[in-house]
C-alpha cells in the first residue's frame, strides 16, 4: 500500500537559516506525484509545491525547493532564508495513480511542525 | 473571488447527534474531497467525488455520508454511528487536473461533547 512518512515530528531553525524537512514515500506505481502543503495555526492547508515522478528536474518556487532522490524514494522540502512566517505545519503528500486517470487522491503524511526563532 | 467555503466553521453538538457539514465551491472544479485531522495528526480521506451523483469511499468513511446533487456542493453527514467524531474536518477541490493538487477550504471544527 502506498505510504507516506515525516519522521520529524517538530524541527527548529533560525530565522535566515534554511531547513530541510524529510519526507519518504512507498508505492509500486510508476507515474505518481508529490507535494508539499503548509498548514498555518488557522487550519488552511496551502499548496506550496509539487513534484511529478518523471520530473528530471527537482522543483522550484521561490524560496522552496523539492529534494527528490527517485531511487531512495525521498522527497524533502528545502526552505531557503527562513521567515517567522514559515512557523506552521508541513505536510508531505502523495498522489495516488495516474493524474489522468479517474479516482485519484492524495495520501498525507502525519507533518512536521517547523518552528521559526528570530 | 473564487474559493471553497466551509461552514460553520465550529460547531459543538450533543453526542448520539447527526451533523451536516457544509462545503460549497464556485471553482467549477469537477473532483471534491472531504479529509479529516485529528490533533497532530495527517489527513484522512473520507470520501471523495468525481463528478455530480457520484462519490466514492475513502479510507475512513465509517459513520460518514456525504451526497453530491450539485457540482458545487459536496456535504459531508456525521452520523451517530461515528465513534469518535470530534475532529477539524476539511474540504477540497481538484484544481489541478494534470497534478492532482487539491485546493482546501478553511475547515469546520467539530466538537461532541
Known amino acids: 500500500a502506498q505510504k507516506i512518512t515525516q519522521t520529524q515530528p517538530g524541527m527548529f531553525v533560525q530565522e535566515k537559516e534554511a531547513v530541510t524537512l524529510d519526507c519518504t514515500y512507498d508505492?509500486?506505481?510508476?507515474?505518481?506525484?508529490l507535494f508539499w502543503y503548509k498548514q498555518p495555526s488557522s487550519g488552511e492547508m496551502i499548496f506550496l509545491i509539487y513534484q511529478g515522478s518523471y520530473d528530471e528536474q527537482n522543483a522550484t518556487e521561490g524560496r522552496y525547493s523539492l529534494n527528490f532522490q527517485k531511487a531512495r524514494k525521498s522527497a524533502n522540502l528545502v526552505i531557503s532564508a527562513s521567515q517567522l512566517g514559515d512557523s506552521a505545519m508541513y505536510f508531505c503528500a502523495m498522489r495516488e495513480g495516474w493524474s489522468g486517470g479517474g479516482y485519484n487522491k492524495l495520501i498525507f503524511g502525519a507533518g512536521t511542525r517547523l518552528a521559526v526563532h528570530p | 473571488d473564487g474559493g471553497i467555503t466551509q461552514s460553520p466553521k465550529y460547531l459543538f453538538r450533543k453526542e448520539g447527534q447527526n451533523v451536516t457539514l457544509s462545503c460549497e465551491q464556485n471553482?467549477?472544479?469537477?473532483?471534491m474531497y472531504w479529509y479529516r485531522q485529528d490533533p497532530g495528526q495527517g489527513l484522512r480521506l473520507i470520501y471523495y467525488s468525481q463528478i455530480v451523483n457520484d462519490f466514492q469511499k475513502g479510507d475512513i468513511a465509517e459513520g460518514y455520508s456525504v451526497s453530491r446533487e450539485k457540482k458545487e456542493s459536496f456535504p459531508l453527514t456525521v452520523t451517530s454511528a461515528q465513534k469518535n467524531p470530534t475532529a477539524f474536518y476539511l474540504c477540497?477541490?481538484?484544481?489541478?487536473?494534470?497534478?492532482?493538487?487539491?485546493?482546501f477550504g478553511e475547515g469546520s471544527r467539530l466538537t461532541v461533547l
Open positions: 508505492t509500486s506505481d510508476q507515474s505518481y506525484g
Open positions: 471553482l467549477n472544479h469537477d473532483a
Open positions: 477540497a477541490s481538484k484544481r489541478d487536473r494534470h497534478t492532482g493538487e487539491l485546493f
